[in-house]
């Protein structure tokens, strides 16, 4: 009786081992995916007209003449295509 509880703790005590180690790795490999996403999404650009940095995925896109320009807000987008328009 006493050589079952042993054996039972034994395997009681090496599936928690298991489950840890599978839980370690699977936390690893999704924090190295969540950073190189995040990677791509925070580059920063400079708005053309009022010189700002900002964050290109919040930005306002405008393709002029296959040139991507990115602004900051859309007052910045408005004005650049008025100077344009004038000049």
Do not use: T
Request: glycine residues 6%; charged residues 25%.
């Amino acid at each position: 009786m006493l050589k079952l509880i042993f054996l039972v703790g034994i395997l009681y005590a090496f599936f928690k081992v298991w489950k840890f180690m599978k839980q370690i790795g699977g936390s690893v490999n999704r924090g190295l995916s969540e950073m190189e996403n995040r990677q791509v999404d925070d580059i920063m650009i400079q708005d053309p007209v009022c010189k700002i940095y900002f964050p290109r995925r919040e930005g306002f896109h405008l393709n002029d003449n296959g040139n991507n320009l990115y602004f900051c807000s859309k007052e910045c987008r408005s004005r650049y295509l008025m100077d344009k328009n004038n000049v």
